[in-house]
């Protein structure tokens, strides 16, 4: 079955660095478009970042742009998100799924930006 399992989460001062990974099972992982989200406590669940499928675009939400970079490697099955400059409001549990959302959500790995 489908397994999207996110990690590499945790805490760290602001303005400091995390490389999340997420981990996909189960599908043909190098045909769908990828995107990691993020939801904050008591906010709905938004889109961060997104990949094309050969990675020949990608897109940001503006709150991350030039602070987030999304890369995949569809030899791993595996889509990342190297964050730097983590900003106190980045605080929130990350997911990964498709562009349209596609899969069930996996756990998510937690990001506590905070000193």
């Known amino acids: 079955q489908v397994q999207l399992v996110e990690s590499g989460g945790g805490l760290v001062q602001p303005g400091g660095s995390l490389r999340l990974s997420c981990a996909a099972s189960?599908?043909?992982?190098?045909?769908?478009?990828m995107s990691w989200y993020r939801q904050a406590p008591g906010k709905e669940r938004e889109w961060v970042a997104g990949i094309t499928r050969a990675s020949a675009t990608t897109n940001y939400a503006d709150s991350v742009k030039g602070r987030f970079t999304i890369s995949r490697d569809n030899a791993k099955n595996t889509v990342y998100l190297q964050m730097n400059s983590l900003k106190p409001e980045d605080t929130a549990k990350y997911y990964c799924n498709t562009n349209t959302r596609r899969f069930d959500w996996g756990q998510g790995t937690q990001v506590t930006v905070s000193s």
């Open positions: 189960g599908f043909t992982f190098g045909i769908y478009a």
